[in-house]
């Protein structure tokens, strides 16, 4: 890989890395949870793709480029309607009782997947009137000293918060500023990983057996959460550099992405007809995002026969 990247091949990392990332997502959420070591394995790499959604989201973050208010008027259309119409239609389908302010607290993310999107917002708020990379720098301090009071527990800080802890957004605004303050530094950091990409592998997997062996909790606020993340975000990114992913069709997955975050529970029920094991759990992952490309292609064949196509990419968020 040449030091001097074009913005293509910056451009096709983004899309490769968040396209790991996804499988990050679907495996936290379809994996065993069975107590086994694979299972927390599995536990271990799936609270991987939140927090590099977050980074790619700092990367990309340019509100100078529109201004706020025309910002976040575009965000009404590529965040808030899929994710208010998609949010409601996982909710309606779901176990939680069926009143306005059970759906508000889904909505949120208040014990459910959907935090991601309320942080990320603040994200958005705090970024668009506070832009000197030393509140970025502040921030990502704040996280680190967050996930670790909030991993020790140390003073009762995850019962002094009135909301949970997936809530709480200085455990992960960090990795949003992470992104904000190495957006001119992407080309030569992708330029090393790619060069040692292997030997950040094999540290990588050697750590996360050697942390499921100390420990006994392994998600996204363990007392190894944060080695964890950055260690396991600089191995996505680094398979990412690799040419063998650079393909048109992976990389046409990542416009889906978001969508496939919103509906990915909806494939769940699939999971009937797939073997279930220790192993299997990593593989289905694949399998329930593609059922999701699957229905998403279909859908968009059919609002284009009906002339609905701008309305439907709206709907379910495709970018």
Not at 131 to 147: D, G, M, Q
Not at 242 to 248: D, G, N
Request: aromatic content about 22%; charged content about 10%.
């Amino acid at each position: 890989m040449n030091r001097n990247l074009a913005n293509t091949d910056i451009s096709s990392i983004f899309n490769i890395a968040k396209v790991f990332s996804i499988l990050s997502v679907v495996l936290a959420h379809s994996r065993l949870n069975d107590g086994s070591f694979s299972s927390a394995l599995a536990e271990r790499i799936g609270s991987l793709g939140v927090i590099t959604f977050f980074f790619i989201s700092g990367y990309f973050f340019n509100v100078s480029k529109y201004g706020v208010v025309s910002f976040f008027k575009k965000k009404i259309n590529s965040i808030f309607i899929p994710w208010l119409f998609l949010g409601s239609l996982v909710f309606a389908v779901s176990s939680q009782p069926k009143n306005l302010m059970s759906w508000f607290n889904w909505i949120i993310g208040n014990g459910t997947y959907l935090y991601y999107l309320t942080i990320l917002i603040f994200c958005y708020l705090i970024f668009s009137f506070l832009k000197r990379k030393t509140i970025a720098y502040f921030f990502i301090f704040t996280t680190i000293i967050s996930l670790f009071l909030t991993s020790f527990d140390f003073f009762g800080y995850s019962k002094m918060q009135n909301i949970n802890n997936y809530l709480n957004p200085f455990n992960w605004i960090g990795f949003f500023s992470l992104g904000y303050v190495l957006k001119d530094k992407a080309a030569g950091i992708f330029y090393f990983l790619n060069k040692n990409v292997f030997y950040i592998l094999v540290f990588y997997f050697l750590f996360v057996v050697a942390s499921v062996k100390v420990e006994n909790e392994y998600g996204y606020f363990s007392k190894l959460a944060i080695p964890n993340e950055i260690l396991g975000m600089i191995a996505i990114f680094s398979i990412s550099t690799l040419k063998i992913f650079r393909r048109e069709n992976i990389i046409r997955i990542s416009d889906f992405t978001f969508t496939i975050y919103l509906i990915h529970f909806l494939t769940f029920p699939f999971g009937r007809f797939l073997v279930k094991n220790s192993w299997t759990q990593f593989i289905n992952p694949i399998i329930y995002i593609l059922i999701c490309v699957l229905l998403i292609v279909t859908g968009k064949y059919i609002s284009n026969k009906l002339g609905l196509n701008r309305m439907y990419s709206t709907l379910i968020g495709i970018r």
